[in-house]
């Protein structure tokens, strides 16, 4: 099986490191040729100035060109791009206009109208693409969408979500770059999961406010309601949650059963892997107030490595594309309006 040539563009993202780091990890799957620092992608933030010097050692042994020089190699098939988050779609742009495979992480900037560009691009051009939604691929979140497809919910009225974790000072005064905070920032990831299971909701309150805690003016505390004619879906995202990475979690209610997963990851410990993790899942139904439900524990997994061979066999025509491109944009769109940022997400999509 031939290998896939690819390189990556950027290192400002939080990703970035690790995502470098699996793509080397798979000599089987990617031929990793090296990456690029684009000039913009690096700001005087003291915060990501120490996580990019942190993360450096991920990159030792590869070889570094200029956005050019990839963008140009005759032989390369896809790039992940990799840059500060609001830089994503530029950069995925350039790489789709000269018809490479793209992956970019996550969240796709502040413009639906940019995103929906890319997209359209990738669309005209049959390209493969993927995003940086890594619980798309979490086992026990696949088995929540598995379980809604064969009915094994009844109808859902209710999810409940929260994608927390603590950070300091540095990392606070970092979040003043999105317009949107915390739910832009992390509760993307949730606001894909809830939007795929209950569809487009028919309003969504934002609610996006700075603690000020420590003298930030970043919006580092963030809820959102999305409200659908039977029901209602809260997200939540906050900044300053000591031990939020433990508890962050996906709660499904349905007319049949209800579903808990918490944690959604937490480390686990397995050689094999660079990003080892595992995840619990509880499943409830019975209709008595003390059921305790039935426990499961996942086997350890990669964070990135299924949603990077996904991707490959996407290259390769093995498979279609994890989630249609007309939905993506569905996504986003309640993401900008879900982070506060004007977006009229009920509009058609025309890719």
Aim: proline share 3%; net charge negative; with cysteine.
């Amino acid at each position: 099986m031939k290998r896939i040539k690819i390189a990556q563009i950027g290192v400002g993202h939080d990703h970035a490191g690790q995502m470098f780091n699996t793509l080397r990890n798979m000599p089987d799957v990617f031929d990793v040729v090296g990456y690029a620092i684009p000039e913009d992608d690096v700001t005087d933030n003291e915060w990501e100035l120490s996580h990019l010097e942190n993360q450096s050692r991920m990159y030792q042994g590869a070889r570094q060109y200029t956005v050019e020089e990839i963008l140009s190699m005759p032989d390369i098939d896809a790039v992940a791009i990799e840059t500060f988050d609001l830089l994503l779609v530029k950069y995925a742009k350039m790489a789709a206009e000269r018809g490479l495979h793209v992956h970019m992480d996550k969240a796709p900037g502040e413009s639906a109208e940019e995103f929906e560009s890319l997209l359209s691009i990738i669309k005209q051009k049959k390209l493969a693409f993927s995003i940086g939604y890594m619980y798309r691929f979490n086992p026990f979140v696949k088995q929540i969408f598995n379980m809604n497809k064969n009915g094994e919910f009844g109808k859902i009225h209710s999810v409940d979500a929260e994608m927390s974790c603590f950070f300091v000072k540095g990392k606070r005064d970092w979040l003043t770059n999105f317009k949107g905070g915390m739910m832009q920032y992390l509760g993307c990831h949730l606001i894909d999961i809830v939007v795929r299971l209950m569809g487009v909701p028919e309003e969504i309150i934002p609610t996006n406010v700075s603690t000020g805690y420590q003298g930030t003016q970043g919006k580092d505390c963030s809820l959102a309601v999305l409200r659908y004619p039977n029901g209602v879906a809260t997200i939540k995202s906050v900044m300053g949650d000591h031990g939020g990475f433990f508890r962050r979690h996906i709660v499904v209610n349905g007319e049949k059963q209800s579903v808990q997963i918490t944690p959604i990851e937490t480390h686990g410990v397995n050689a094999k892997f660079k990003n080892p993790n595992v995840s619990v899942i509880r499943t409830y139904k019975s209709e008595q107030w003390g059921e305790e439900g039935e426990l499961s524990t996942s086997e350890v997994f990669d964070r990135y490595e299924e949603l990077l061979l996904a991707f490959a066999k996407m290259i390769r025509g093995e498979r279609g594309y994890e989630v249609d491109l007309e939905t993506e944009a569905i996504v986003h769109r309640c993401l900008l309006s879900a982070s506060g940022i004007p977006c009229d997400y009920k509009r058609e999509v025309v890719l």
